[in-house]
């Protein structure tokens, strides 16, 4: 049984940052995309960023230049580095794990964590 535990979500003023950690519960040094997702109420899960198990991420282009994904194959850890945050980026927050060389849409994703929610405040 795989499990992705998410953390760091929370509560933020427009402007500031959050890091969200994303925990597996296996190694990841195989996994090919560990990615991030965000859902608002009423819309579809959307892409916010994803990383190559090379290190190579691909970022949407609404979080572009503010965001940063990362990931630690020995910690077993995937962090999303969230800076000057804005209202729209209220969202849930999901980490997920590709095993394949898929990244979008989220159906590439084998396994997803509970999600964590953001909330930035105007």
């Known amino acids: 049984q795989v499990r992705l535990v998410e953390s760091g979500g929370g509560l933020v003023q427009a402007g500031g940052s959050l890091r969200l950690s994303c925990a597996a519960s296996?190694?990841?040094?195989?996994?090919?995309?560990m990615g991030w997702y965000r859902q608002t109420p009423g819309k579809q899960r959307e892409l916010v960023a994803t990383?190559?198990?090379?290190?190579?991420?691909i970022y949407a282009e609404a979080v572009k230049g503010r965001f940063t994904t990362s990931r630690d194959n020995v910690k077993n850890t995937v962090y999303l580095q969230m800076n000057s945050l804005r209202p729209e980026d209220t969202a849930i927050y999901y980490c997920g794990a590709a095993v394949g060389c898929g990244y979008y849409p989220d159906n590439a994703y084998d396994y997803w964590g509970q999600g964590t929610q953001v909330t930035v405040s105007s």
């Open positions: 990383i190559t198990s090379g290190g190579f991420a």
């Open positions: 296996i190694s990841i040094f195989s996994i090919n995309n």
